[in-house]
T-cell receptor, first 114, second 117 residues
Framework: AQSVSQHNHHVILSEAASLELGCNYS??????LFWYVQYPGQHLQLLLK??????LVKGIKGFEAEFIKSKFSFNLRKPSVQWSDTAEYFC????????????FGKGTRLSVIA | DAGVIQSPRHEVTEMGQEVTLRCKPI?????LFWYRQTMMRGLELLIY????????DSGMPEDRFSAKMPNASFSTLKIQPSEPRDSAVYFC???????????????FGEGSRLTVL
Protein backbone atom coordinates (compact mmCIF):
# COMPACT_ATOMS: atom_id res chain seq x y z
CA ALA A 1 0.00 0.00 0.00
CA GLN A 2 1.03 3.56 -0.59
CA SER A 3 2.63 5.37 2.32
CA VAL A 4 4.19 8.74 2.97
CA SER A 5 6.97 9.30 5.50
CA GLN A 6 7.81 12.62 7.01
CA HIS A 7 11.02 12.23 8.93
CA ASN A 8 10.75 15.10 11.35
CA HIS A 9 7.95 15.28 13.88
CA HIS A 10 8.83 18.71 15.27
CA VAL A 11 11.34 21.23 13.96
CA ILE A 12 12.33 24.37 15.84
CA LEU A 13 14.13 27.14 13.97
CA SER A 14 15.12 30.72 14.56
CA GLU A 15 13.84 33.39 12.22
CA ALA A 16 15.91 33.69 9.03
CA ALA A 17 17.16 30.11 9.30
CA SER A 18 16.82 27.85 6.29
CA LEU A 19 14.23 25.08 6.29
CA GLU A 20 14.14 21.65 4.74
CA LEU A 21 11.41 19.14 5.61
CA GLY A 22 11.81 15.62 4.34
CA CYS A 23 9.11 13.60 2.60
CA ASN A 24 9.43 10.14 1.06
CA TYR A 25 6.71 8.02 -0.48
CA SER A 26 6.52 4.33 -1.23
CA UNK A 27 4.55 4.06 -4.47
CA UNK A 28 6.55 3.35 -7.63
CA UNK A 29 4.02 4.34 -10.28
CA UNK A 30 2.98 7.75 -11.53
CA UNK A 31 2.06 10.07 -8.71
CA UNK A 32 1.12 13.66 -8.04
CA LEU A 33 2.67 15.26 -4.97
CA PHE A 34 1.48 17.97 -2.64
CA TRP A 35 2.48 19.95 0.42
CA TYR A 36 -0.29 21.30 2.60
CA VAL A 37 0.10 23.75 5.47
CA GLN A 38 -2.10 24.05 8.55
CA TYR A 39 -1.69 27.23 10.57
CA PRO A 40 -2.68 27.03 14.25
CA GLY A 41 -6.42 26.59 14.61
CA GLN A 42 -7.02 26.55 10.87
CA HIS A 43 -7.73 24.02 8.15
CA LEU A 44 -5.28 22.52 5.67
CA GLN A 45 -4.39 24.72 2.73
CA LEU A 46 -2.41 23.88 -0.38
CA LEU A 47 1.17 25.17 -0.30
CA LEU A 48 2.41 23.72 -3.58
CA LYS A 49 1.96 20.78 -5.93
CA UNK A 50 3.86 18.78 -8.51
CA UNK A 51 2.19 17.10 -11.47
CA UNK A 52 4.83 17.00 -14.21
CA UNK A 53 7.61 19.01 -15.84
CA UNK A 54 10.23 20.92 -13.87
CA UNK A 55 10.89 18.88 -10.70
CA LEU A 56 11.56 22.08 -8.76
CA VAL A 57 8.20 23.50 -7.84
CA LYS A 58 7.65 26.94 -6.38
CA GLY A 59 4.71 27.60 -4.11
CA ILE A 60 3.31 30.43 -2.06
CA LYS A 61 5.19 32.42 0.58
CA GLY A 62 8.62 31.57 -0.78
CA PHE A 63 8.34 27.81 -0.35
CA GLU A 64 9.64 25.37 -2.92
CA ALA A 65 9.91 21.60 -3.22
CA GLU A 66 12.01 19.33 -5.33
CA PHE A 67 10.76 16.05 -6.74
CA ILE A 68 13.55 13.48 -7.00
CA LYS A 69 12.00 10.45 -8.64
CA SER A 70 14.98 8.15 -8.05
CA LYS A 71 14.79 8.82 -4.33
CA PHE A 72 10.97 8.85 -4.11
CA SER A 73 11.34 12.17 -2.34
CA PHE A 74 9.59 15.52 -2.37
CA ASN A 75 11.34 17.69 0.21
CA LEU A 76 10.05 21.11 1.14
CA ARG A 77 12.43 24.04 1.44
CA LYS A 78 12.49 27.70 2.30
CA PRO A 79 15.72 29.74 2.41
CA SER A 80 14.68 32.01 5.27
CA VAL A 81 11.77 31.25 7.58
CA GLN A 82 9.61 33.80 9.35
CA TRP A 83 7.71 33.62 12.61
CA SER A 84 4.49 33.47 10.56
CA ASP A 85 5.62 30.15 9.04
CA THR A 86 4.91 28.46 12.37
CA ALA A 87 2.46 25.72 11.36
CA GLU A 88 2.10 22.03 10.67
CA TYR A 89 3.18 20.82 7.23
CA PHE A 90 1.78 17.75 5.53
CA CYS A 91 3.19 15.96 2.53
CA UNK A 92 0.66 14.04 0.41
CA UNK A 93 0.75 11.71 -2.57
CA UNK A 94 -1.90 10.47 -4.95
CA UNK A 95 -1.61 7.47 -7.21
CA UNK A 96 -2.69 8.38 -10.73
CA UNK A 97 -3.56 4.83 -11.75
CA UNK A 98 -6.95 5.14 -10.10
CA UNK A 99 -9.17 7.67 -8.41
CA UNK A 100 -7.91 6.88 -4.95
CA UNK A 101 -7.60 9.15 -1.95
CA UNK A 102 -4.67 11.41 -1.25
CA UNK A 103 -2.32 9.69 1.20
CA PHE A 104 -0.97 12.05 3.84
CA GLY A 105 2.17 11.88 5.91
CA LYS A 106 1.85 12.31 9.66
CA GLY A 107 2.89 15.95 9.46
CA THR A 108 5.82 18.01 10.69
CA ARG A 109 5.26 20.74 13.20
CA LEU A 110 7.43 23.80 12.55
CA SER A 111 8.01 26.29 15.33
CA VAL A 112 9.83 29.48 14.37
CA ILE A 113 11.19 31.51 17.26
CA ALA A 114 12.23 35.13 17.17
CA ASP B 1 -16.56 29.96 -5.01
CA ALA B 2 -17.60 29.52 -1.37
CA GLY B 3 -15.31 26.60 -0.74
CA VAL B 4 -16.16 23.56 1.37
CA ILE B 5 -18.62 24.55 4.08
CA GLN B 6 -18.87 22.71 7.38
CA SER B 7 -21.18 23.11 10.33
CA PRO B 8 -21.15 23.43 13.21
CA ARG B 9 -17.70 24.97 13.72
CA HIS B 10 -17.72 24.00 17.37
CA GLU B 11 -19.81 21.43 19.21
CA VAL B 12 -19.70 20.60 22.89
CA THR B 13 -21.84 17.72 23.99
CA GLU B 14 -22.13 15.16 26.74
CA MET B 15 -21.21 11.53 26.49
CA GLY B 16 -24.02 9.45 25.06
CA GLN B 17 -25.54 12.23 22.97
CA GLU B 18 -25.91 12.05 19.22
CA VAL B 19 -23.71 14.34 17.17
CA THR B 20 -24.30 15.27 13.54
CA LEU B 21 -21.68 17.10 11.50
CA ARG B 22 -22.55 18.58 8.13
CA CYS B 23 -20.64 19.31 4.97
CA LYS B 24 -21.37 21.04 1.69
CA PRO B 25 -18.67 20.29 -0.91
CA ILE B 26 -17.57 22.63 -3.67
CA UNK B 27 -20.04 22.61 -6.52
CA UNK B 28 -18.93 20.29 -9.29
CA UNK B 29 -16.68 18.19 -7.09
CA UNK B 30 -17.57 14.51 -7.28
CA UNK B 31 -15.43 13.23 -4.40
CA LEU B 32 -16.06 13.96 -0.73
CA PHE B 33 -13.85 12.91 2.16
CA TRP B 34 -14.27 12.94 5.94
CA TYR B 35 -11.12 13.19 8.05
CA ARG B 36 -10.53 13.25 11.80
CA GLN B 37 -7.59 15.02 13.35
CA THR B 38 -6.27 14.53 16.88
CA MET B 39 -2.95 15.20 18.56
CA MET B 40 -2.41 11.52 19.21
CA ARG B 41 -3.32 10.04 15.84
CA GLY B 42 -2.85 12.95 13.46
CA LEU B 43 -5.00 13.15 10.32
CA GLU B 44 -7.10 10.03 9.68
CA LEU B 45 -9.30 9.33 6.68
CA LEU B 46 -12.66 8.04 7.92
CA ILE B 47 -14.68 7.58 4.73
CA TYR B 48 -14.98 8.90 1.22
CA UNK B 49 -17.70 9.13 -1.40
CA UNK B 50 -17.66 9.30 -5.18
CA UNK B 51 -20.81 10.57 -6.88
CA UNK B 52 -22.63 10.25 -3.54
CA UNK B 53 -21.72 6.57 -3.15
CA UNK B 54 -19.52 5.47 -0.24
CA UNK B 55 -16.35 3.96 -1.68
CA UNK B 56 -14.25 3.13 1.36
CA ASP B 57 -15.37 3.32 4.97
CA SER B 58 -12.58 1.23 6.42
CA GLY B 59 -11.36 4.20 8.41
CA MET B 60 -14.60 4.57 10.35
CA PRO B 61 -13.59 3.68 13.90
CA GLU B 62 -16.67 1.69 14.90
CA ASP B 63 -20.39 1.23 14.40
CA ARG B 64 -21.16 4.35 16.38
CA PHE B 65 -19.97 6.32 13.35
CA SER B 66 -22.03 6.61 10.19
CA ALA B 67 -21.89 8.88 7.15
CA LYS B 68 -24.33 9.64 4.38
CA MET B 69 -24.37 11.65 1.21
CA PRO B 70 -27.99 11.96 0.06
CA ASN B 71 -27.08 14.29 -2.81
CA ALA B 72 -24.11 15.93 -4.50
CA SER B 73 -24.21 18.99 -2.29
CA PHE B 74 -24.59 17.58 1.19
CA SER B 75 -23.05 15.01 3.50
CA THR B 76 -23.40 14.17 7.17
CA LEU B 77 -21.19 12.39 9.67
CA LYS B 78 -23.08 11.07 12.65
CA ILE B 79 -21.78 9.73 15.96
CA GLN B 80 -24.28 7.91 18.12
CA PRO B 81 -23.69 7.57 21.01
CA SER B 82 -20.74 9.93 21.38
CA GLU B 83 -17.84 9.23 23.74
CA PRO B 84 -15.08 11.48 25.13
CA ARG B 85 -12.50 9.75 22.91
CA ASP B 86 -14.39 11.06 19.87
CA SER B 87 -13.23 14.57 20.73
CA ALA B 88 -11.34 15.83 17.69
CA VAL B 89 -11.51 18.17 14.76
CA TYR B 90 -13.46 16.67 11.88
CA PHE B 91 -12.60 17.93 8.41
CA CYS B 92 -14.57 17.53 5.24
CA UNK B 93 -12.75 17.84 1.91
CA UNK B 94 -13.75 17.59 -1.73
CA UNK B 95 -12.17 17.31 -5.16
CA UNK B 96 -12.88 16.56 -8.78
CA UNK B 97 -11.99 13.38 -10.61
CA UNK B 98 -8.41 13.56 -11.95
CA UNK B 99 -8.43 16.16 -14.69
CA UNK B 100 -5.76 18.54 -15.77
CA UNK B 101 -3.95 20.73 -13.33
CA UNK B 102 -6.28 20.12 -10.42
CA UNK B 103 -5.56 16.41 -10.50
CA UNK B 104 -5.94 15.05 -7.00
CA UNK B 105 -5.92 18.40 -5.21
CA UNK B 106 -8.08 18.36 -2.11
CA UNK B 107 -9.97 21.37 -0.81
CA PHE B 108 -10.66 21.36 2.91
CA GLY B 109 -13.41 22.89 4.96
CA GLU B 110 -12.71 24.87 8.13
CA GLY B 111 -13.43 21.83 10.29
CA SER B 112 -15.82 21.02 13.12
CA ARG B 113 -14.23 20.93 16.54
CA LEU B 114 -16.05 18.37 18.67
CA THR B 115 -15.70 18.11 22.43
CA VAL B 116 -17.46 15.27 24.19
CA LEU B 117 -17.58 15.68 27.97
Amino acid sequence: AQSVSQHNHHVILSEAASLELGCNYSYGGTVNLFWYVQYPGQHLQLLLKYFSGDPLVKGIKGFEAEFIKSKFSFNLRKPSVQWSDTAEYFCAVINLSGNTPLVFGKGTRLSVIA
Amino acid sequence: DAGVIQSPRHEVTEMGQEVTLRCKPISGHDYLFWYRQTMMRGLELLIYFNNNVPIDDSGMPEDRFSAKMPNASFSTLKIQPSEPRDSAVYFCASRKTHAGDSSGELFFGEGSRLTVL
